[in-house]
């Protein structure tokens, strides 16, 4: 199993900055990608922003430019820079990993969620 523990939620102006964090502890697999997803009231969940282990990265178009994921992969933690903030960011802000073995399909894990709300 994997844990993750997010940090860094909060309440924030419009045009402020915000920095989440999440730490993956337990069997965790070098072959992986982490990233964010995030759900507004009355929306699906949707992704914010994702980094494989290899470091390839993918965007919502709706942050490019104003948001940056990160990793330290010797402490298997992602990290999530977020600027420029807008009211319509505002969402519960969930970490991803998917652990990638052979033979086996993709484990996918979830943390617990973390407020982001951007105020007007």
């Known amino acids: 199993q994997v844990q993750l523990v997010e940090s860094g939620g909060g309440l924030v102006q419009a045009g402020g900055s915000l920095r989440l964090s999440c730490a993956a502890s337990g069997r965790i697999f070098s072959s992986n990608v982490m990233g964010w997803h995030r759900q507004a009231p009355g929306k699906q969940r949707e992704l914010v922003a994702v980094?494989?282990?290899?470091?390839?990265?993918n965007y919502a178009d709706s942050v490019k430019g104003r948001f940056t994921i990160s990793r330290d992969n010797a402490k298997n933690t992602v990290y999530l820079q977020m600027n420029s903030l807008k009211p319509e960011d505002t969402a519960v802000y969930y970490c991803n990993a998917r652990y990638f073995r052979p033979g086996y399909a993709p484990d996918d894990y979830w943390g617990q969620g973390t407020q982001v709300t951007v105020s007007s």
């Open positions: 980094m494989t282990s290899g470091g390839n990265l």
